[in-house]
């Protein structure tokens, strides 16, 4: 695997071959005297605290984002995405996300982070989601969810599978106390085919943490719930502090055309 540089940008494009998010909170990441004293600083409650922050006011965004009407038939993937970034901006100030803004329909919902498919309009009976990465005085979210905007029976069922799944995976995170980023990515794959459905990416989650991130170096597949990935999640990084992960699900259905996208802090209730 290969990784991207840090971009200069507060927003960025994956690179084409990357398969995984770049610019993750990592275990070895390198960081000012002045980053060090200000993090060393914060004990693991108060750190969990900012992340569950920072969550909360995602799913208050998303909130907004449904009760303003912003997801709606005829309007573009781009002018939605748009949309939501100056909601953000009103609501929270927020300017910063530490990965590119999601907004997907239809078709469009096949296809994983790495992806940048053709803008499109979203249609009367179609499915979207959306996942954004905001950052909330420099503490980062990551959260997804799906939308049916209308009444099909299949987008419905799909969507409403998302949280089952995920449920499962957090489940097992919690019974196995040396699961790896491997073991988790398998457990919620067979969960998938074992209700019919395909998991429809290669990574099931990731690290977060604190804004901004390094440059990543060498190979960091273990920063991912995703084949490969054999460390234990529940370890420290290189100061000593907890690593807190999210959990991601995408299951789809290649044969009706649709996807469904759902994610959230999988370590911090």
Not at 118 to 132: K, M
Request: hydrophobic residues 35%.
């Amino acid at each position: 695997m290969r990784y991207p540089a840090k971009p200069s940008d507060a927003e960025f494009a994956p690179e084409a071959d990357s398969p995984v998010r770049p610019g993750l909170a990592l275990p070895w990441r390198t960081v000012s005297s002045d980053d060090t004293s200000r993090t060393a600083s914060l004990r693991d409650a108060e750190r969990t605290a900012s992340l569950r922050d920072a969550e909360t006011k995602a799913v208050h965004l998303f909130d907004e984002v449904v009760a303003r009407g912003l997801l709606a038939p005829g309007r573009t993937e781009s002018a939605v995405s748009d949309d939501i970034r100056d909601l953000s901006v009103e609501l929270f100030g927020t300017r910063k996300y530490w990965h590119k803004r999601i907004v997907r329909a239809g078709v469009n919902t096949l296809e994983p982070y790495k992806s940048n498919p053709p803008d499109r309009v979203i249609g009367e009976d179609d499915i979207a989601f959306l996942d954004f990465g905001p950052i909330f005085e420099e503490w980062e979210a990551d959260f997804g969810r799906t939308y049916v905007l209308g009444d099909d029976p299949a987008k419905i069922a799909l969507r409403d599978a998302l949280e089952p799944v995920w449920l499962e995976g957090r489940r097992f995170f919690e019974s196995e106390p040396d699961v790896t980023g491997a073991r988790l990515y398998d457990h919620v794959v067979r969960v998938a085919a074992e209700r019919g459905l395909e998991f429809g990416a290669e990574i099931a989650g990731h690290l977060v943490g604190e804004f901004p991130h390094e440059k990543i170096r060498g190979d960091s597949v273990t920063n991912y719930i995703t084949p490969g990935s054999d460390l234990p999640m529940r370890r420290t990084d290189g100061q000593g502090r907890p690593c807190h992960w999210i959990l991601e699900i995408h299951l789809v259905d290649r044969g009706r055309g649709i996807g469904a996208f759902f994610e959230q802090l999988l370590d911090i209730p």
